[in-house]
């Protein structure tokens, strides 16, 4: 079973301070991993994601994770934060199924405040 | 550029109707999903479809739901015989390889 933890249901910074939302994560198999924010009244847009290779990913709007084996974890984050980073942001795992096929496992979610 | 839609935004439907939601993939990929969230919830996977039939799905999934891809653009999600507990935001993704998966904005779904 695959599954995965966010830590801080809330997370509230100030504008040009660091951005840091923790993600660990559960997999019997190599995960591959993704960060997704949703916007209000919006759908999901992917961020970022790490399948093979470096282990350091950049992604869209500044953010970045690392994918640390030993720690299982993928925290995002971004050196500055700006107002439009205001957010909620999943961490999502992707199970290997039977048919080879990957279906996205969740976290709760994070919300990103920044105060200005 | 290319985007997923979904159709329609809100729908309000009675306990024990049938609903169908609606979701345009964007054109070239090839695997489809459907996911909800209820409210205050996480993001749950429901099913997943790959050339023409279901290839994986959740216990969520039961036999009131079913997928249908009627005319190589469309992708459906029916729902026979709604309760109060389908309430919920449903998305639509659809994925070129099967990995990274884009997503729709979703239907909010409310079961009175």
């Known amino acids: 079973a695959q599954s995965v933890t966010q830590l801080g249901s809330h997370v509230s910074v100030s504008e040009g301070a660091l951005v840091l939302l923790r993600c660990n994560y559960s997999?019997?198999?190599?995960?591959?991993l993704f960060w997704y924010v949703q916007y209000p009244n919006q759908g999901l847009q992917l961020l970022l994601k790490?399948?093979?290779?470096?282990?350091l990913v950049k992604g869209i709007n500044g953010f970045e994770a690392e994918f640390k084996k030993s720690e299982t974890s993928f925290h995002l984050t971004k050196p500055s934060a700006h107002m439009s980073d205001a957010a909620e942001y999943f961490c999502a795992v992707s199970s290997l199924m039977d048919t080879g096929r990957r279906a996205l496992t969740f976290g709760s979610g994070t919300r990103l405040q920044v105060q200005p | 550029e290319p985007e997923v839609t979904q159709t329609p935004s809100h729908q309000v439907t009675q306990m024990g109707q049938e609903v169908i939601l609606r979701c345009v993939p964007i054109s070239n990929h090839l695997y489809f999903y459907w996911y909800r969230q209820i409210l205050g919830q996480k993001v749950e996977f429901l099913v997943s479809f790959y050339n023409n039939e279901i290839s994986e799905k959740s216990e969520i999934f039961d036999d009131q739901f079913s997928v249908e891809r009627p005319d190589g653009s469309n992708f459906t999600l029916k729902i026979r015989s709604t309760k109060l507990e389908d309430s919920a935001m449903y998305f639509c993704?659809?994925?070129?390889?099967?990995?990274?998966?884009?997503f729709g904005p979703g239907t909010r779904l409310t079961v009175t």
């Open positions: 790490y399948t093979t290779g470096a282990t």
């Open positions: 997999s019997s198999v190599p995960p591959y």
């Open positions: 993704a659809s994925s070129p390889s099967g990995d990274e998966q884009y």
